[in-house]
């Protein structure tokens, strides 16, 4: 789920990327180091980089109370799983076999009883057949031998594995400003560096968070600070509002079977 903290990562990487554009073992676009990070500059050293030459930019959300934007309905969206276990009926034979992975379900289908193990840490196939041979042997006469189990008698016999699904959907969109300051020891550098990174900014209209979600960006205001307490100071703020979604994910079964009795009980999934 990605917060303000991951739209401040984002942008960060961004402006490194615009300042370093052949990468930070390379020199800056401005001649000079920059330095790039979250949160405000530390006073002394900040004065310190100044002196030596060195930009500081530094991104963070302003206090503003931000903005509720949600305007589509919650919709869950799937992402489909393949079960590591296999489950392989032929006749009236089941042979469990893949490898086992927590999160997968191994089911069995058999004369409209159905019967379902859930893998545990630790499964081999082996044990995932006796498993759920024990399920069926409280109805009926079973066999198992080895990955094997054979039910005597059945007239339709039908496997199954699956594995638990994520699931997520967007259950809030917000948006917030965010500041990027460029604290600068001349004019020059100032104007150099605020205009490589507006330019480059002005290129993104979504940033990719942390948790695969996307972040829109659009531009605010620009401010200029030149402070007569510290004569090397020159800064430039840059503001931009991020708008990005909250996401609520979850994991969710998969259905093995339809309406049918699991384990002696009326389900459906």
């Not at 300042?19 to 405000?40: E, F, I, K, N, T």
């Not at 004065?47 to 302003?62: E, K, P």
């Not at 007239?155 to 967007?170: H, K, N």
Request: with cysteine; aromatic share 8%; proline share 4%.
């Amino acid at each position: 789920m990605a917060d303000i903290s991951d739209v401040e990562h984002a942008i960060a990487e961004s402006v490194t990327t615009s300042l370093y554009p052949a990468g930070s073992s390379q020199s800056s676009v401005v001649g000079v180091l920059c330095r790039v990070y979250r949160g405000w500059p530390n006073a002394a050293t900040l004065n310190s980089d100044l002196s030596a030459g060195v930009v500081n930019v530094t991104i963070t959300s302003d206090n503003d109370a931000g903005r509720i934007t949600t305007r589509y309905l919650p919709k869950w969206q799937y992402t489909p799983v393949q079960p590591g276990t296999t489950a392989t009926a032929t006749g009236t034979t089941i042979t469990i076999g893949g490898t086992p992975t927590v999160g997968d379900a191994v089911g069995a289908l058999i004369d409209r009883a159905a019967y379902v193990y859930r893998i545990q840490s630790g499964d081999a196939a082996g044990l995932i057949a006796g498993n759920l041979a024990g399920l069926i042997q409280a109805d009926r006469v079973v066999s198992v031998r080895g990955t094997t189990i054979t039910i005597p008698g059945a007239g339709s016999v039908i496997a199954r594995a699956v594995a638990d699904c994520p699931s997520s959907y967007e259950s809030r969109r917000q948006e917030k400003d965010v500041r990027v300051a460029c604290w600068c020891p001349s004019p020059t550098v100032r104007d150099t560096v605020a205009a490589a990174v507006d330019a480059a900014m002005n290129q993104v209209s979504f940033l990719v968070l942390a948790d695969s979600t996307y972040a829109r960006i659009t531009y605010k205001n620009t401010a200029s600070y030149d402070q007569a307490q510290n004569a090397l100071l020159y800064r430039r703020d840059l503001v931009y509002v991020a708008e990005y979604p909250t996401v609520t994910v979850l994991t969710q079964p998969s259905m093995i079977f339809g309406a049918a009795s699991i384990n002696g009980n009326i389900t459906y999934g």
